[in-house]
């Protein structure tokens, strides 16, 4: 069932959604020459070639490495081809220490043209990768917990999609 929504003289509608949670302590690799994986949050069933995907995230993370760092994106991937996204994918952190939080911020709009207005299963994975092949990492630690700061609890990641069909 889809739910609609009205904005200025369109209707939007809402085909499904999908979301992800993820809270285990992790050490983060520096990336080297290629891209690295940190997460396949989930895989996305299309249903329609010409709908867009909304796509929101936040990881969570600890420890700068490399500030700033640039090399933070989203990847899709379906039968027969996968594309990139680096714009609505960057990281901020709180104060310029070795220590501190770290949070990576997807905001993204994947239009039908960027996934070949394909449907069907589109599986996302969060990658980082220095585009000079340096090593470098988007913080040292994902997920933080008491172990990283004893007064905290253990963080957790968030990734959302929404499927949404513009009339």
Not at 68 to 95: D, L
Request: with cysteine.
């Amino acid at each position: 069932m889809a739910i609609y929504h009205a904005i200025g003289n369109s209707n939007t509608r809402i085909l499904g959604s999908k979301e992800n949670r993820y809270s285990t302590r992790t050490s983060c690799s520096d990336s080297g020459g290629s891209s690295r994986v940190l997460w396949t949050p989930l895989t996305y069933n299309k249903l329609s070639s010409t709908s867009e995907l909304h796509v929101h995230g936040l990881i969570i993370g600890d420890g700068k490495n490399s500030y700033p760092f640039y090399g933070t994106f989203t990847r899709a991937t379906w039968s027969g081809g996968n594309e990139t996204m680096h714009i609505g994918s960057q990281y901020s952190i709180g104060a310029y220490i070795s220590e501190g939080s770290v949070l990576w911020h997807i905001n993204q709009i994947w239009r039908p043209g960027d996934l070949s207005n394909v449907t069907g299963n589109i599986t996302f994975t969060c990658e980082y990768k220095s585009v000079n092949s340096n090593g470098a990492r988007p913080f040292n630690t994902w997920n933080p917990n008491s172990s990283d700061d004893n007064r905290a609890y253990q963080m957790g990641s968030t990734f959302l999609i929404h499927e949404v069909e513009i009339a």
